[in-house]
């Protein structure tokens, strides 16, 4: 069995949050409490599960030495999560009961001492796991007997947030006769929305117009464009350019070749931001929504000329992409930050999602259930219809690793 983490804070560190937190409104100034260990810093914390089972140690802290023995009673409380849930603008889910037990519930701060003994967590099973689900523990102190102390409300719970290392395919960009685009059957209107693409840069392509074109996503006419570009205008190859119906933005961010990243665009009405792995990058005033009826993979448009002079090879994007998501809603930081590897396809708001996971076919399956199944038989470039599932090429390697 694997301990992942084993908390401890000094006695010193957590007087001083004391005076500096004062009574929390429940408390005189300076009387002495009990806390889950470290949630004063944060009541959320990572447990990384990479096999079951995998274990997690949470101990109790009293900001004095305990003049006699005190016991500590924990409890494993799932009610907690859906006020967390609407204190902090996230949508974690409680761990199926078959994969989680708390072995011991009971934990003592020995006399003269600040730190109790552990309880033990463990994730015994990931089989009832489901895809794009981010779990947390709620761990609480039920009670405690002993040394006249109470329990700084603020940190009763501690939150453990299920982390693992996710393996997935991935579709290859580097062919160029790949590029086309999807129709949908009806224009979808877009007021407020979220659009998600993860990217993998295996190279910047060389040539006289350092061009890597990502992807679009407009109306058939393209008259409001949301366009990822890297390199576009004179810019740097490695800041990526997004033309959105406000108009263009420009990456703060500088991208490196051999990394993942996920890129959302988000407008909630007023604003049009960027963000890089659910970090906000830079933003742009605006008023105009969007319209949905047409996704482009590459730079789809080919012009009269040699092959190696057309569009698609001058744009041509060197990598790999994976989780492609239109939501009718603009998404918060916290929600980005936590749809990294993937999300729930009933996910509120979800109108699209290709998970770009299939690992064979030529078929891209939209798993939101909402019927945008990309058929790259039958890919349109130019107008035109076009056979391209012979360029399709999925990736499954060691560099298509994930961590939430």
């Keep these: 069995m694997k301990i992942n983490r084993h908390i401890n804070i000094t006695l010193g560190f957590i007087i001083g949050f004391i005076l500096i937190a004062g009574c929390e409104g429940d408390l005189d100034f300076g009387d002495d409490v009990i806390l889950v260990t470290g949630t004063d810093r944060d009541p959320l914390v990572r447990f990384v599960v990479e096999d079951a089972p995998s274990s997690y140690i949470v101990t109790a802290s009293a900001t004095d030495l305990v003049p006699e023995d005190v016991t500590v009673n924990f409890r494993l409380d799932n ?14 889910y409680a761990l199926p009961e078959s994969a989680v037990s708390l072995e011991n519930t009971q934990a003592v701060i020995p006399a003269g001492e600040a730190s109790s003994t552990g309880v033990e967590v463990s994730v015994v099973s990931t089989d009832a796991f489901e895809e794009g689900r981010t779990y947390i523990i709620p761990i609480t102190i039920e009670s405690t007997s002993g040394g006249g102390m109470a329990v700084l409300e603020s940190s009763r719970t501690i939150y453990l947030r299920i982390s693992r290392i996710i393996a997935f395919s991935s579709l290859d960009m580097s062919n160029v006769n790949f590029y086309g685009n999807y129709y949908a059957d009806e224009p979808v209107e877009l007021n407020n929305y979220t659009y998600e693409i993860k990217c993998y840069i295996n190279e910047w392509h060389p040539g006289n117009e350092p061009i890597s074109r990502l992807s679009n996503f407009c109306p058939l006419d393209e008259s409001i464009t949301n366009l990822l570009r890297f390199g576009e205008n004179g810019q740097d190859i490695n800041s990526l350019q997004w033309v959105s119906p406000g108009g263009g933005l420009i990456s703060n ?5 051999g990394q993942w990243y996920t890129i959302s665009l988000t407008f909630d009405g007023s604003t049009y931001a960027m963000y890089v792995d659910g970090v906000r990058d830079v933003e742009l005033a605006g008023t105009t929504g969007t319209v949905f009826q047409r996704l482009e993979l590459g730079m789809s448009w080919f012009d009269s000329g ?14 790999r992409i994976a989780e492609i998501r239109l939501w009718d809603r603009a998404l918060s930081s916290s929600e980005l930050q936590l749809g990294l590897c993937g999300v729930a396809p009933e996910s509120e708001g979800l109108l699209a999602y290709w998970k770009l996971n299939e690992g064979e076919g030529h078929v891209f399956h939209d798993v939101s259930g909402n019927g945008y199944d990309m058929d790259w038989s039958e890919s349109w470039q130019n107008g035109n219809l076009y056979d391209k599932s012979e360029y399709v090429n999925w990736i ?6 994930c961590s939430n």
């Design 306 to 319: 040699s092959a190696e002079s057309s569009y698609p090879y001058r744009q041509r994007f060197l990598g």
């Design 396 to 401: 499954s390697d060691e560099e298509n690793r």
């Design 253 to 257: 961010t500088r991208f490196n070749t």
């Design 79 to 92: 009610s907690l999560i859906d006020t967390y849930n609407e204190d902090n603008n996230t949508s974690y």
